[in-house]
Nanobody, 124 residues
Framework: QMQLVESGGGLVQPGGSLRLSCAAS????????MAWYRQAPGKERELAAE???????TYTDSVKGRFTISSDNAKTTVYLQMNGLKPEDTAVYLC??????????????????WGQGTQVTVSS
């Protein structure tokens, strides 16, 4: 079973920084595109940032200039560096990605996967 696993959330004061990581649970996974979504209490899930395998990035307006999405060279792990955090950034952050991995017999498996989320709380 393939899933994405997030880490790095926590409690931080306004103006502080956090770095989230998202890695595949299965070795050999290579992504085509990865994204960080966030969902605050009582609000709809929104796309915060995304990155393609070629390195093209996009951000929602509210995080531009403060958040940076990046990946490792092997395209197995994605990061979200969050600086200048504000109380309105408080949410569960989930990573999502589409990619491919190979079974032991060499058969490819292509799909879109989600993590379970990591809580980010910005409060004094």
């Amino acid at each position: 079973q393939m899933q994405l696993v997030e880490s790095g959330g926590g409690l931080v004061q306004p103006g502080g920084s956090l770095r989230l990581s998202c890695a595949a649970s299965r070795s050999g996974f290579r992504f085509n595109g990865m994204a960080w979504y966030r969902q605050a209490p009582g609000k709809e899930r929104e796309l915060a940032a995304e990155i393609t395998s070629s390195g093209t990035t996009t951000y929602t307006d509210s995080v531009k200039g403060r958040f940076t999405i990046s990946s490792d060279n092997a395209k197995t792990t994605v990061y979200l560096q969050m600086n200048g955090l504000k109380p309105e950034d408080t949410a569960v952050y989930l990573c999502s990605g589409d990619g491919i991995y190979y079974l032991d017999d060499g058969a490819p498996v292509v799909g879109r996967y989600w993590g379970q989320g990591t809580q980010v709380t910005v409060s004094s």
